[in-house]
């Protein structure tokens, strides 16, 4: 079975969108950043990935894991 690539929240023209890595259309768009978060996040601890929350500028703002965490974590 093919291995689930991580979902980023990225700001586009229309609003914002959820993206996995890799992929060149959008799984989901929505109108608000909040809207597209929560999607985002469900999306990503269904599957057990990390979702990554971009800024209006394109950096990455916010980072969280939903699975294949080291344990202990490192550092």
């Given at each position: ?14 609003g914002w969108?959820?993206r996995r ?55």
């Amino acid at each position: 079975m093919a291995e689930k690539k991580n979902i980023h929240t990225v700001p586009t023209n229309d609003g914002w969108a959820n993206r996995r890595e890799d992929a060149k259309r959008a799984s989901s768009t929505h109108a608000t950043k909040a809207e597209a978060q929560e999607a985002g996040r469900a999306a990503a601890k269904k599957d057990g990935v990390e979702h990554l929350v971009h800024k209006k500028d394109g950096t990455i703002g916010e980072r969280n894991s939903y699975g294949n965490d080291p344990n202990p974590p490192k550092g």
